[in-house]
T-cell receptor
Framework: AQRVTQPEKLLSVFKGAPVELKCNYS??????LFWYVQYSRQRLQLLLR??SRESIKGFTADLNKGETSFHLKKPFAQEEDSAMYYC?????????????FGTGTKLQVIP | EAGVVQSPRYKIIEKKQPVAFWCNPI?????LYWYLQNLGQGPELLIR????????DSQLPKDRFSAERLKGVDSTLKIQPAELGDSAVYLC??????????????FGPGTRLTVT
């Protein structure tokens, strides 16, 4: 079975401080990992995916297979980064391609 | 482009009543998903369609939930009868492509269901 764990329900940081949103996963094969974001009163949307290896809105995430982690990082938090962040894993489970979401972390950037 | 459209946005019903949600995916997207999102949780997949075929309904509680995507475009999710525990946000998403490829999912605004 595949599982995604986001240990923090809430992360509060000051504007300009570094941000790290933690994501750990459990999956026996080679996963595809994503970060989705939901800003207040907006719909869930893709932030980035590990295979793209790109930086979006200053955020990056590196897949660490040894630690089975895909932490989301940003060197300097901005107020507009305040949102719910969900880590998601796509993999084969029971013959189906499944996407499993974590429980989410609310990022609060304090001005 | 309106994106994924869902209706209604909010629904309040009494327990044991039926309810239906409608979703229109982004034009050209073959794959359609229905998710359930409880308060404080991430989305949980209920069913996934590729065109009109339900390729993964393993998480759908079939005793009371049903879904259809008759022409491979829009879809309806039904609950009959609703229970108090069904109160949640029901999300629809779509993505281009199908099969083993994992594409970005585009989410609708969701329908917030309250069962009293």
């Amino acid at each position: 079975a595949q599982r995604v764990t986001q240990p923090e329900k809430l992360l509060s940081v000051f504007k300009g401080a570094p941000v790290e949103l933690k994501c750990n996963y459990s999956y026996s094969g080679s996963p595809e990992l994503f970060w989705y974001v939901q800003y207040s009163r907006q719909r869930l949307q893709l932030l980035l995916r590990h295979i793209s290896r790109e930086s979006i809105k200053g955020f990056t995430a590196d897949l660490n297979k040894g630690e089975t982690s895909f932490h989301l990082k940003k060197p300097f938090a901005q107020e507009e980064d305040s949102a719910m962040y969900y880590c998601a894993l796509s993999g084969l489970s029971g013959g189906y391609q499944k996407v499993t979401f974590g429980t989410g972390t609310k990022l609060q950037v304090i001005p | 482009e309106a994106g994924v459209v869902q209706s209604p946005r909010y629904k309040i019903i009494e327990k044991k009543q039926p309810v239906a949600f409608w979703c229109n995916p982004i034009s050209g997207h073959n794959t359609l998903y229905w998710y359930l999102q409880n308060l404080g949780q991430g989305p949980e997949l209920l069913i996934r369609y590729e065109n009109e075929e339900a390729v993964d309904d393993s998480q759908l509680p079939k005793d009371r939930f049903s879904a259809e995507r008759l022409k491979g475009v829009d879809s309806t999710l039904k609950i009959q009868p609703a229970e108090l525990g069904d109160s949640a946000v029901y999300l629809c998403a779509s993505s281009p492509g199908q099969g083993a490829f994992s594409y970005e999912q585009y989410f609708g605004p969701g329908t917030r269901l309250t069962v009293t």
